[in-house]
Nanobody, 124 residues
Framework: QQQFEETGGALVQSGGSLRLSCRGSGFVVGDWHIGWFRQAPAKEREWTSCISATGNLIKYTDSVRGRFTISRDDARNSVELQMTGLKDSDTGRYFC?????????????????WGNGTLVTVSS
């Protein structure tokens, strides 16, 4: 069964950093375009970043650009999300998912193999 497992979430102070990992099982992550999403309590799931299968195309939503960095680790069959300068508004459960069309990377309904997410809590 194909699925992602997200890890690395924690309680961190405002301004701090975290590194999240999204490891795939049952498929080769490097064959797919991957998106990171987050969902704050009582809010809809929000797209944050995408990386193409080759890693040469990357995009971020405005609220995280310059603070978050998405990257691939094909040896670990994973995609990473380095987060710096964390703000209260970054609090939420973070998920990753896959698509075979880079143009749809930011559209949650078009992605698959969602994991259970990892919780990031930023305290001020």
């Amino acid at each position: 069964q194909q699925q992602f497992e997200e890890t690395g979430g924690a309680l961190v102070q405002s301004g701090g950093s975290l590194r999240l990992s999204c490891r795939g099982s049952g498929f080769v992550v490097g064959d797919w375009h991957i998106g990171w999403f987050r969902q704050a309590p009582a809010k809809e799931r929000e797209w944050t970043s995408c990386i193409s299968a080759t890693g040469n195309l990357i995009k971020y939503t405005d609220s995280v650009r310059g603070r978050f960095t998405i990257s691939r680790d094909d040896a670990r069959n994973s995609v990473e999300l380095q987060m710096t300068g964390l703000k209260d508004s970054d609090t939420g459960r973070y998920f990753c998912a896959a698509t075979n069309q880079y143009s749809t990377c930011l559209k949650a309904p078009d992605l698959k193999w969602w994991g259970n997410g990892t919780l990031v809590t930023v305290s001020s």
